[in-house]
């Protein structure tokens, strides 16, 4: 049985750094999609990271230049360092799998995307 199991979430003040963690249990890296949601209160689920599994990554714009997705394959585990969050990033944070992971979700843990995890609290504030 897949799972996803997420740590690292917390608070954390702007400007500072935070990693997520994802580790992975019986998915084969070169065949999926990893990759981060999150949805804050009052807002859609938004994809906000992907590390495909041709190694390309892809990030939403409002993060492009502060987040970075990395994996680990020998530990199963992918990754998401947070540089200068900002308020803005405060979200309950998902990592997902699937073959191809969609932006059109019609929320964080939609059950067309095939694995999601449970899911963990990142807040940013001073």
């Known amino acids: 049985e897949v799972q996803l199991l997420e740590s690292g979430g917390g608070s954390v003040q702007p400007g500072g750094s935070l990693r997520l963690s994802c580790t992975a249990s019986d998915i084969d890296f070169d065949d999926y999609d990893m990759g981060w949601y999150r949805q804050a209160p009052g807002r859609e689920c938004e994809l906000v990271a992907t590390f495909t599994y041709n190694r390309q990554t892809y990030y939403t714009d409002s993060v492009k230049g502060r987040f970075a997705i990395s994996r680990d394959v020998a530990k199963k585990t992918v990754y998401l360092q947070m540089y200068n969050p900002k308020p803005g990033d405060t979200a309950v944070y998902y990592c997902?799998?699937?073959?191809?992971?969609?932006?059109?979700?019609?929320?964080?843990?939609?059950?067309?995307?095939?694995?999601w995890g449970q899911g963990t609290q990142v807040t940013v504030s001073s």
């Open positions: 997902a799998a699937d073959k191809y992971l969609r932006t059109d979700v019609s929320g964080c843990l939609d059950r067309r995307v095939e694995y």
